[in-house]
Nanobody, 124 residues
Framework: QVRLVESGGGLVQAGGSLRLSCTVSGRISSSTGMGWFRQGPGKDREVVATIAGYKTIPYYPDSVRGRFTISRDNAKNTLSLQMNSLKPEDTAVYYC?????????????????WGQGTQVTVPS
C-alpha cells in the first residue's frame, strides 16, 4: 500500500520561507513522476511543482517560479519543496502526489497517490 505523508507546513510572515517534506512508503518506483499541488479556499487544486522520475528536470508555474524549488531523494524516499519569498496568495493546503507516469505531468488527474495535505498560511 502506498502512503504519502507531508510535513513542514505552518504560519509564516510574508517574505519568509518554509520547507515542506513528503515521506513516501510503499511500492512507488524511483522513476515515478512526483509533484506538489495546493488548494486555496474556494479554489481548484493547482500544480505548484513537479519533477520527473527519469531525470531531475522540474516544472514550475509562473506563480512560483524563482521562489519555490522541488527536489527528491530516491534513496530516502522523500520529496521536498523549499518555498522562499512567501506571499499571502501562497496560502493553501499543500499536497504531495505521485503520478501514474514517469514524466513531470502538470495534470492533477495523472496523479494517483496523494498525501493528506499540510496547511501553509501567509497572513496579509
Amino acid at each position: 500500500q502506498v502512503r504519502l505523508v507531508e510535513s513542514g507546513g505552518g504560519l509564516v510572515q510574508a517574505g519568509g520561507s518554509l520547507r515542506l517534506s513528503c515521506t513516501v512508503s510503499g511500492r512507488i518506483s524511483s522513476s515515478t513522476g512526483m509533484g506538489w499541488f495546493r488548494q486555496g479556499p474556494g479554489k481548484d487544486r493547482e500544480v505548484v511543482a513537479t519533477i520527473a522520475g527519469y531525470k531531475t528536470i522540474p516544472y514550475y508555474p509562473d506563480s512560483v517560479r524563482g521562489r519555490f524549488t522541488i527536489s527528491r531523494d530516491n534513496a530516502k524516499n522523500t520529496l521536498s519543496l523549499q518555498m522562499n519569498s512567501l506571499k499571502p496568495e501562497d496560502t493553501a493546503v499543500y499536497y504531495c502526489a505521485a503520478s501514474r507516469y514517469v514524466g513531470a505531468s502538470t495534470n492533477v488527474k495523472d496523479y494517483i497517490y496523494w498525501g493528506q495535505g499540510t496547511q501553509v498560511t501567509v497572513p496579509s
